[in-house]
């Protein structure tokens, strides 16, 4: 075993070395521009001391987070994203890179579960006095057992499904929790761990949920997005285009010549697409961890991260001409718990921005009503136009039919009320992303924990929604911010509290660094470069 190794990564130093195009040395290589990376790039070029360079083998930055836009003139997101943060540093650099109220649009959430036939408000659990009086019943039954039951608990939940028990009992567990989750995360709630919910399990409260149902109110909003931004153009794929644009574009390679191909580890050495070679001291590495691995030939670490499971993710998108109708009103995303539609989540796309679909003077052709039959007359008519955008989970311990998924998709609008038969389609989207989830899986943490200090003692830091693999901290913010602190823990090894303290951080409002004043913080440090004098690059590459 030791010889195969040995050969392979003699192999590989050949394949390295046969490349013909240049080398260059940088103290830190940055792999991927999407938030992580981005995150990381930002920090090191206000830190201003170790030299560094990003790629990423995409032509435009913005990673999983970046927006697509058809040929009729739809934009859809990668998914539904939206911005709300827990740091500082974030909502620094996201105002940097776009600087003028006309920039965004701010919206209430407004967010609801589609339920037998029902819109209940968002979140389920505390609505239950929207449902019919039987299924009142046995929710209110499930939720005194497991308050009960919460009582005398002493043991950990084993497993997500426990823990949906021991919140909300059975009931709603049946209702809505384990059906839902299971169209999100594509795989049964019991082969899913606890931890990434947070240590804390909270008991119903049973006093709210019960007078709200004898008053027959509703709860309000909550959660840390009750209120969020969107951009007013370009979706929020140009958040990091722009973010980009703030980076030195000499510390960039997007694009082909910018794609990893291999990565030599033992000797820090990446090549890219063109045939470059990089030298790097440390790698921050954003892609996928499992592409990682196999980028680095490293059988032992390949095999380890099989073990870590993760969903792809269908996006799909439908463009309807008319006004928007007073069913759909001002929601922002819904909730598909039932089987009469592929989608677990809806996002009324049009209502974050007017910009997200052509204007209503653009003459566009009807491709179809929704109900499938032809449109009457095939000539282009003006609009006005309103998207959704829906979202579809694929494992494989949930297949989908793939050619047709679209299809499928606007017949669960139908199901569901979002569209009526005769509705005038003019645009349609779908796009499969193989990596969309990072399932927090019963052994994730058992992967995790070998594998990423395995690379770290490797001078790679990975980083990120799938480079790290914890949804928990997979949000936009998080994600930008796991770049930025492993950027602070190469050059001052700081901790970095999102991999490692996810609860800590989801908690509180972190305002350690700014975008400002953390760089003259910074300059004033020692060992960090003064004047024109390099840092050289062997101590950073071993110093932490």
Same mark, same amino acid.
């Given at each position: 075993?030791?010889?195969?190794?040995?050969?392979?990564?003699?192999?590989?130093?050949?394949?390295?070395?046969?490349?013909?195009?240049?080398?260059?040395?940088?103290?830190?290589?940055?792999?991927?521009?999407?938030?992580?990376?981005? @995150?990381?790039? /930002?920090?090191?070029?206000?830190?201003?001391?170790?030299?560094?360079?990003?790629?990423?083998?995409?032509?435009?930055?913005?990673?999983?987070?970046?927006?697509?836009?058809?040929?009729?003139?739809?934009?859809?997101?990668?998914?539904?994203?939206?911005?709300?943060?827990?740091?500082?540093?974030?909502?620094?650099?996201?105002?940097?890179?776009?600087?003028?109220?006309?920039?965004?649009?701010?919206?209430?959430?407004?967010?609801?579960?589609?339920?037998?036939?029902? $819109?209940?408000?968002?979140?389920?659990?505390?609505?239950?006095?929207?449902?019919?009086?039987?299924?009142?019943?046995?929710?209110?039954?499930?939720?005194?057992?497991?308050?009960?039951?919460?009582?005398?608990?002493?043991?950990?939940?084993?497993?997500?499904?426990?823990?949906?028990?021991?919140?909300?009992?059975?009931?709603?567990?049946?209702?809505?929790?384990?059906?839902?989750?299971?169209?999100? $995360?594509?795989?049964? %709630?019991?082969?899913?761990?606890?931890?990434?919910?947070?240590?804390?399990?909270?008991?119903?409260?049973? /006093?709210?949920?019960? /007078?709200?149902?004898?008053?027959?109110?509703?709860?309000?909003?909550?959660?840390?997005?009750?209120?969020?931004?969107?951009?007013?153009?370009?979706?929020?794929?140009?958040?990091?285009?722009? &973010?980009?644009?703030?980076?030195?574009?000499?510390?960039?390679?997007?694009?082909?010549?910018?794609?990893? =191909?291999?990565?030599?580890?033992?000797?820090?050495?990446? +090549?890219?697409?063109?045939?470059?070679?990089?030298?790097?001291?440390? #790698?921050?590495?954003?892609?996928?961890?499992?592409?990682?691995?196999?980028?680095?030939?490293?059988?032992?670490?390949?095999? &380890?991260?099989?073990?870590?499971?993760?969903?792809?993710?269908?996006?799909?998108?439908? @463009?309807?001409?008319?006004?928007?109708?007073?069913?759909?009103?001002?929601?922002?995303? +819904?909730?598909?718990?039932?089987?009469?539609?592929?989608?677990?989540?809806?996002?009324?796309?049009?209502?974050?921005?007017?910009?997200?679909?052509? =204007?209503?003077?653009?003459?566009?052709?009807? =491709?179809? +009503?929704?109900?499938?039959?032809?449109?009457?007359?095939?000539?282009?008519?003006?609009?006005?136009? $309103?998207?959704?955008?829906?979202?579809?989970?694929?494992?494989?311990?949930?297949?989908?039919?793939?050619?047709?998924?679209?299809?499928?998709?606007?017949?669960? &609008?139908?199901? %569901?009320?979002?569209?009526?038969?005769?509705?005038?389609?003019?645009?349609?989207?779908?796009?499969?992303?193989?990596?969309?989830?990072?399932?927090?899986?019963?052994?994730?943490?058992?992967?995790?924990?070998?594998?990423?200090?395995?690379?770290?003692?490797?001078?790679?830091?990975?980083?990120?929604?799938?480079?790290?693999?914890?949804?928990?901290?997979?949000?936009?913010?998080?994600?930008?911010?796991?770049?930025?602190?492993?950027?602070?823990?190469?050059?001052?090894?700081?901790?970095?509290?999102?991999?490692?303290?996810?609860?800590?951080?989801?908690?509180?409002?972190?305002?350690?660094?700014? #975008?400002?004043?953390?760089?003259?913080?910074?300059?004033? /440090?020692? @060992?960090?470069? %003064?004047?024109?004098?390099?840092?050289? &690059?062997?101590?950073?590459?071993?110093?932490?």
């Amino acid at each position: 075993m030791v010889q195969e190794g040995h050969h392979n990564h003699n192999q590989h130093k050949r394949q390295i070395s046969k490349a013909n195009g240049q080398e260059i040395n940088v103290d830190v290589l940055v792999i991927g521009a999407g938030p992580t990376g981005l @995150g990381a790039a /930002k920090r090191l070029n206000q830190i201003n001391g170790p030299s560094w360079m990003i790629v990423d083998g995409s032509e435009v930055p913005g990673g999983l987070a970046s927006t697509d836009i058809t040929p009729e003139g739809f934009l859809y997101d990668v998914g539904g994203h939206v911005i709300f943060s827990h740091y500082k540093y974030f909502d620094d650099c996201i105002n940097e890179a776009l600087p003028n109220e006309s920039d965004w649009y701010t919206h209430q959430r407004i967010s609801y579960v589609r339920y037998k036939g029902l $819109w209940v408000p968002y979140p389920f659990q505390n609505n239950i006095s929207m449902l019919p009086k039987e299924d009142q019943v046995t929710a209110m039954d499930g939720m005194i057992d497991a308050a009960l039951e919460a009582r005398v608990a002493n043991t950990k939940p084993k497993d997500f499904d426990e823990w949906i028990l021991r919140n909300v009992g059975v009931g709603i567990a049946d209702q809505f929790m384990r059906p839902y989750n299971y169209k999100v $995360w594509a795989v049964p %709630t019991t082969k899913m761990q606890a931890a990434w919910l947070g240590e804390r399990v909270a008991a119903p409260n049973l /006093k709210a949920v019960t /007078k709200n149902i004898v008053l027959n109110k509703s709860a309000g909003n909550w959660g840390p997005n009750a209120t969020f931004r969107f951009p007013a153009h370009g979706g929020t794929g140009n958040i990091w285009i722009k &973010l980009a644009d703030t980076l030195p574009s000499k510390k960039t390679r997007y694009g082909e010549h910018g794609r990893v =191909q291999l990565i030599d580890a033992p000797n820090h050495r990446a +090549l890219l697409g063109d045939g470059t070679t990089i030298n790097y001291g440390k #790698l921050i590495n954003t892609m996928a961890v499992d592409s990682l691995v196999e980028c680095m030939r490293d059988e032992e670490l390949t095999k &380890l991260s099989k073990g870590l499971f993760f969903s792809t993710t269908h996006v799909i998108g439908v @463009g309807v001409r008319g006004s928007r109708p007073e069913r759909i009103g001002d929601k922002c995303w +819904l909730y598909f718990p039932e089987d009469n539609c592929p989608f677990y989540r809806a996002t009324i796309f049009s209502n974050y921005s007017p910009n997200n679909q052509p =204007q209503s003077s653009k003459k566009l052709a009807t =491709q179809q +009503l929704a109900d499938g039959s032809k449109p009457e007359s095939s000539e282009a008519k003006e609009g006005p136009y $309103w998207s959704i955008m829906l979202e579809v989970s694929e494992s494989s311990m949930k297949e989908v039919d793939t050619p047709n998924l679209l299809r499928d998709s606007i017949a669960g &609008l139908i199901n %569901t009320e979002m569209l009526s038969p005769g509705d005038e389609i003019v645009s349609t989207y779908h796009r499969r992303f193989d990596h969309g989830y990072p399932t927090p899986s019963l052994e994730r943490e058992g992967v995790l924990t070998k594998l990423l200090p395995k690379l770290q003692e490797m001078d790679i830091y990975s980083r990120g929604r799938f480079g790290s693999w914890r949804y928990e901290v997979g949000n936009q913010d998080h994600s930008f911010m796991l770049g930025v602190e492993a950027a602070d823990a190469i050059v001052n090894g700081a901790v970095e509290l999102t991999l490692n303290y996810p609860d800590f951080v989801n908690g509180r409002v972190n305002a350690e660094r700014r #975008l400002v004043d953390g760089a003259q913080f910074f300059k004033s /440090k020692e @060992g960090i470069r %003064t004047g024109d004098e390099e840092v050289p &690059l062997r101590p950073i590459a071993n110093g932490h």
